[in-house]
């Protein structure tokens, strides 16, 4: 059964409307524990934007930027290049590595001042997150500068930010030989399972890790979650990703919020069958943004258990693949929206939800913008729910297999347009020459795809299709690696997106589970993913047009599309490819997102020439006009902060086993 309405029901915001003023007030409720700084937060504050005001590096100088320094992660190997440093009183702080060491290094130098590492256990060692840590929270505590760091085992361990040793009187000791007396936070120990400290919560019963740091907001920490990825599944029980709060101070427990509503709790009934006593995930693994204002921390979700099959949970499955506005204080859901129903296409929430204010039509709104991987930004009034444009709920394909109950319907924002490709028509195909298109036609015989929403497919199927292909799929749109940033003077919305289709075999669960060395739950599912035959090219060219790869400015007052721009330049395995020989395909883009952020001049962004190697380009923030481009000497990946340090702007870019900074006059 649908709900009526996708977000709070009216006499939730009619209690809203009457209590701001209330909200306001208990926001400053921690008192002594603030977050400031020119970076203090992985996305460069609280709302997420990804903006400085900082304007050292401009039109008229970047061209001289030179790299200052580079720090080598070599003693911590295996990173995966996702986490961004913060800036504090100094110091640059982030993780590194598969055992996800805190590291202090020097701002002005990148000279390493100390390091910290919690000690191993079996839950480090099974965390299939430990190689994707996105970086870490700081607060400043009653004038002492704190960092909280979650780690793949699920503690949180809370360390002074200049000696990088455990807090004295926060939280407790736990009990595993070589964990510091004091300082740390047993997450599981909140979560209301059975588990053993070194080993974490049984496999049988479920599974939980970290990648993305906690948020720190009115002295409270809230703490997200990973999950096991959904395509490695191949049984059906699960734990829930449920949201925890604790006092910044002491590490006291405060709230936890149930991702999974059982009996008695909002949106219990899209879960038409007992799953929600036994299966779960719906976990929030992107970075987390908070209005200290109105005292609310905004939570994007992903899928229920597991991707591309979800016959056993039939329903919408709330708050699976959501956007959720909790309470600070007290974890209360003040509304949420739900993105995708009965989610089977991985279509996780990739990005940090973000904040600005607009004015839409003569009215100030407060929004939120949530970008996806459908190519949807989702906009919302973030003290309401309530959507800025109209979200209509549109028909989209029946299920292919044999058992699966999907929605009727998806919500489909009016406004903004998609910012990328939705669905895979003839329209969409490549015709560079009519020989690649036919060639490119071709190449899809073995698929079925179709409209948006097209429905993953299982093998030996009626149909005489090797698998289905959907677009977007799980690498299409916004994701990990497209770091959106806002302009918050202007409004401007810069999103990074790629063309992207998924194809995902779906075999017998039993066969899939015989592969999985410890797999989690205990009744193997009916279908899990076979393989995957990703995206159809012809001799390595992408079967559809380009640009395969951009960066769109909305304006998120109007919801208009203001310019688009190819992230860095087509690549030379493509330009020179002998069935493009005299052929004009303009700058196609090279097919990776963009790390980015802005300035109060610049839009920044990172991508490759031709030849592939990486730079740093600077954009005219309302024409899309390149500015220039800076030679960097690894290739970036995933994310970028910027600060001010000893009078000099800097820019750090990340890289595989590396941090690298420029500015002005190296």
């Not at 998806?410 to 490709?421: I, K, L, R, S």
């Not at 990340?654 to 190296?666: K, T, Y």
């Amino acid at each position: 059964m649908k709900l009526e309405s996708r977000h709070a029901p009216a006499s939730s915001q009619a209690w809203l409307a009457t209590a701001l003023l209330a909200l306001t007030a208990t926001a400053c409720s921690g008192q002594g524990v603030v977050t400031e700084g020119d970076w203090p937060v992985i996305t460069g504050n609280l709302a997420g934007q990804r903006y400085s005001s900082l304007d050292q590096i401009n039109a008229d100088n970047f061209g001289d930027l030179e790299v200052a320094w580079v720090w080598e992660g070599d003693n911590y190997p295996s990173v995966n290049a996702r986490a961004t440093p913060i800036y504090v009183n100094g110091k640059l702080i982030s993780v590194a590595g598969e055992k996800r060491h805190v590291v202090a290094t020097d701002a002005g130098t990148g000279e390493e001042l100390w390091s910290w590492v919690e000690p191993e256990t079996f839950r480090w060692e099974y965390s299939m997150r430990k190689n994707h840590g996105k970086g870490v929270a700081y607060a400043n505590v009653d004038g002492r500068d704190v960092i909280y760091v979650v780690t793949p085992a699920f503690f949180l361990h809370a360390l002074d930010a200049e000696t990088g040793r455990p807090l004295e009187g926060f939280g407790g000791s736990v009990p595993i030989e070589g964990f510091p007396s004091t300082g740390t936070v047993d997450l599981l120990a909140d979560l209301g399972h059975e588990y053993d400290a070194h080993n974490g919560i049984p496999l049988e019963t479920g599974y939980i890790t970290s990648s993305s740091p906690a948020i720190v907001v009115n002295g409270v920490i809230v703490v997200g979650n990973s999950a096991e990825q959904g395509y490695n599944q191949s049984r059906q029980e699960m734990i829930p990703g449920d949201i925890l709060a604790y006092d910044a101070r002491t590490g006291a427990f405060k709230w936890k919020f149930d991702v999974l509503p059982g009996p008695g709790e909002f949106g219990h009934e899209t879960w038409e069958n007992d799953a929600w006593q036994w299966t779960g995930d719906i976990s929030s693994w992107a970075p987390l943004s908070a209005d200290p204002d109105l005292g609310l921390v905004y939570i994007p979700t992903n899928g229920a258990t597991q991707d591309f099959w979800g016959g056993f949970r039939p329903g919408d499955n709330l708050f699976s693949t959501s956007l959720i506005a909790l309470d600070v204080q007290t974890g209360e859901r003040v509304w949420h929206y739900q993105l995708v129903h009965h989610d089977i296409w991985n279509y996780d929430t990739p990005q940090v939800p973000v904040l600005m204010d607009v004015t839409v039509d003569g009215v100030d709104i407060p929004a939120i913008v949530q970008v996806t991987k459908q190519a949807f930004a989702y906009a919302f009034n973030r003290a309401t729910g309530e959507p800025i444009w109209p979200i209509e709920e549109k028909p989209v394909p029946a299920g292919l297999m044999p058992g699966e109950q999907l929605s009727e319907t998806q919500p489909f924002p009016t406004w903004p347009a998609p910012y990328d490709m939705q669905g895979l028509s003839e329209d969409d195909i490549v015709d560079f020459t009519p020989e690649l298109r036919q060639m490119a036609l071709e190449a899809l015989e073995p698929f079925w795809y179709g409209p948006f929403f097209t429905p993953p497919l299982h093998r030996d199927n009626d149909l005489g299709k090797q698998a289905s292909l959907w677009c977007p799929g799980d690498v299409g749109g916004a994701n990990i690696d497209g770091t959106p940033a806002v302009d918050p003077e202007t409004g401007i919305l810069y999103v990074t997106s790629q063309k992207g289709c998924t194809s995902r075999q779906m075999i017998p669960g039993a066969e899939r589970d015989a592969r999985e060395e410890r797999p989690t739950g205990v009744t193997i599912s009916k279908f899990a993913v076979g393989r995957s035959f990703g995206s159809p090219r012809v001799q390595g060219i992408p079967i559809w047009k380009p640009p395969y790869s951009k960066i769109t400015a909305i304006d998120m007052n109007t919801g208009e599309h203001l310019w688009w721009i190819p992230v860095g330049e087509t690549p030379d395995r493509i330009a020179n490819h002998e069935l493009l020989q005299g052929v004009d395909i303009g700058n196609t883009g090279t097919g990776r997102q963009a790390a980015q952020i802005v300035t109060k001049t610049l839009l920044l962004y990172t991508g490759q020439g031709g030849d592939g190697t990486s730079y740093l380009f600077a954009v005219n923030k309302a024409t899309g006009e390149q500015l220039g481009r800076v030679e960097l000497p690894a290739q970036p990946r995933y994310g970028m902060m910027t600060y001010m340090h000893e009078g000099m702007q800097h820019v750090v870019i990340q890289a595989p086993n590396r941090l690298m900074a420029v500015r002005l006059g190296g």
